[in-house]
C-alpha cells in the first residue's frame, strides 16, 4: 500500500492532543510496518520530532491551512499515486478520489455557536468555524471515519443519523514515557525550571473554556479556606491575571498566591510534574478522550477528573469522579482525596492497571489493520 497521513502541526514546538495522537501513531507504524510505504504530510517547524527511513517519506508546507489541506494536499496525493489518504485532525479534503480515512476527535464545535460562545480566541473561532463548515461534508465524502471513544461515537452517529458500522472507535493510548520510577535526577531538574514547591496539585488549564479553569481554580481556592494552606495549584497555559480575576469574583483573591501559572510544559517532561504532583486534577466540561488522564494514571498520581462526556469510559474506576459544572463538588473531590492517604493509595494501583490497557501499539495496529480493509474494498469495487 501506498499512504498518506496528514500529520498537520506535529513539528510546532508547543503541541498539543491531535499532534501527539497523529505522532504516536505515525512512530509506531514506522516500528511496526516495513512494507508499505507512508507519506507524512506536516506543516514546517523547527520541532522535527519524526525523521524519514526506508518507507517513511515527509512532505512539509508552508502557508495557511486550508488552502494547503483543501487545494493543494489533493494534488499532491494524486502525484504520489496514494492508495489511501488518512488525516488525523478532524478535517480533510472535501475533494478528490483517492480512499480517506479522518479521525473525528469530537464534534464539540457543532454544540455552541462560534461567534458568540464566549471564552474563545479569533484562532479558536475561526477553527471551529472551518471545521464546521467541513465536517459536514466530511460524513460523507470519507470511506472511513475514526473516532476516540464510544461516547463521542453515539454523538457522531446520532448528531449526523449515521448507522452504527459508518464510524470505527479506535482508542488513544499512553505514551512509554509516562512511567512512575523515574530518574531522581531527572525529577530534581524538572523540580528546578519550573519552581515547584513541595506539595502541589497538578491542573492543565488553558483558554478553552471546556478545559473547565474557572470552576477549578475556585474549587482549589475554597479547598485552601476549608482544610488550610496545605498544597499549592500549578496551572499550565493560562493566565495569572485571568485566575487572579476569577478568585476576586469569587471572594477568594486572599489564596491567589497559592496558584501559580506556569506555562507550557513539554511533554518529555510532563511525566515528572505529574509524578511529584500529589494529585493530578482534569475535571473538563467535555472531552472526546481525555489522554492526560491516563498519563496521570501511568506516572503512578492520583487523578480526579469528570463524570460526564468520555471521562468516565476513558477513567474507568481509577479515578475519582466529580461533576465539572459543581464547584463544591470539586472542593469535596480535593479534600476526599488530599486527607486520605488509602484513597490515595487506592488511585494509584487502580490507575497504574487502568494505564496499561491503552497503547498506542494496539491503536497503530487497529489503524493499519482498517487501512487493510479500506484499501481491499476500493480494489473489489474497481474490479467489479
Excluded at 36 to 54: L, T
Excluded at 93 to 118: A, Q, R
Excluded at 204 to 210: A, F, I, Q, R
Aim: proline share 4%; glycine share 6%; with cysteine.
Amino acid at each position: 500500500m501506498n499512504i498518506g497521513i496528514e500529520a498537520q502541526r506535529i513539528f510546532r514546538v508547543h503541541k498539543h492532543g491531535m499532534d501527539f495522537v497523529a505522532l504516536e501513531l505515525i512512530r509506531q507504524l514506522q516500528r511496526l510496518d516495513r512494507h508499505n510505504n507512508y507519506h507524512i504530510f506536516v506543516k514546517e517547524g523547527p520541532d522535527r520530532c519524526i525523521e524519514e527511513s526506508d518507507n517513511f517519506f515527509i512532505h512539509t508546507f508552508k502557508g495557511g491551512y486550508p488552502i494547503w489541506e483543501q487545494v493543494k494536499l489533493p494534488k499532491l496525493a494524486k502525484q504520489l499515486n496514494l492508495d489511501l489518504l488518512h488525516c488525523t485532525s478532524n478535517t480533510a479534503p472535501l475533494g478528490g478520489t483517492i480512499p480517506l480515512v479522518v479521525i473525528i476527535h469530537d464534534i464539540i464545535y457543532f454544540e455552541f455557536h462560534p461567534l458568540f460562545t464566549l471564552g474563545y480566541t479569533l484562532f479558536q473561532r475561526f477553527g471551529n468555524i472551518y471545521r464546521r463548515l467541513v465536517v459536514s461534508r466530511l460524513i460523507k465524502r470519507a470511506n472511513a471515519i475514526y473516532t476516540v471513544s464510544y461516547f463521542e461515537h453515539k454523538r457522531l452517529t446520532q448528531f449526523f443519523g449515521l448507522p452504527n458500522n459508518r464510524v470505527q472507535v479506535i482508542y488513544n493510548g499512553v505514551s512509554s514515557h509516562f512511567q512512575p520510577n523515574l530518574d531522581p535526577n531527572f525529577l530534581h531538574k524538572v523540580r528546578e525550571k519550573y519552581k515547584l514547591p513541595e506539595r502541589y496539585c497538578l491542573f492543565l488549564g488553558n483558554t478553552d473554556p471546556k478545559k473547565n479553569t474557572r470552576n477549578t481554580v475556585v474549587a482549589f481556592a475554597q479547598y485552601c479556606k476549608a482544610a488550610g494552606r496545605t498544597h499549592h495549584l500549578m496551572v499550565a497555559d493560562s493566565s495569572q491575571v485571568t485566575i487572579h480575576q476569577y478568585l476576586v469574583d469569587a471572594g477568594l483573591e486572599e489564596f491567589t498566591n497559592q496558584i501559580q501559572v506556569i506555562g507550557y510544559i513539554d511533554n518529555r517532561e510532563m511525566p515528572a510534574l505529574m509524578n511529584m504532583a500529589d494529585l493530578f486534577l482534569y475535571p473538563s466540561k467535555r472531552e472526546g478522550f481525555g489522554i492526560p488522564i491516563l498519563e496521570g494514571m501511568a506516572t503512578g498520581t492520583p487523578v480526579l477528573t469528570s463524570n460526564v462526556a468520555s471521562m468516565p469510559e476513558v477513567a474507568g474506576n481509577a479515578a475519582y469522579l466529580v461533576d465539572p459544572f459543581n464547584v463544591n463538588d470539586i472542593t469535596q473531590g480535593l479534600i476526599s482525596i488530599l486527607s486520605d492517604e488509602e484513597i490515595q493509595k487506592n488511585l494509584r494501583k487502580k490507575g497504574l492497571e487502568r494505564a496499561k490497557e491503552f497503547s498506542w501499539e494496539r491503536t497503530a495496529k487497529a489503524t493499519l489493520a482498517s487501512y487493510r480493509r479500506i484499501v481491499d474494498q476500493d480494489v473489489n469495487d474497481a474490479n467489479l
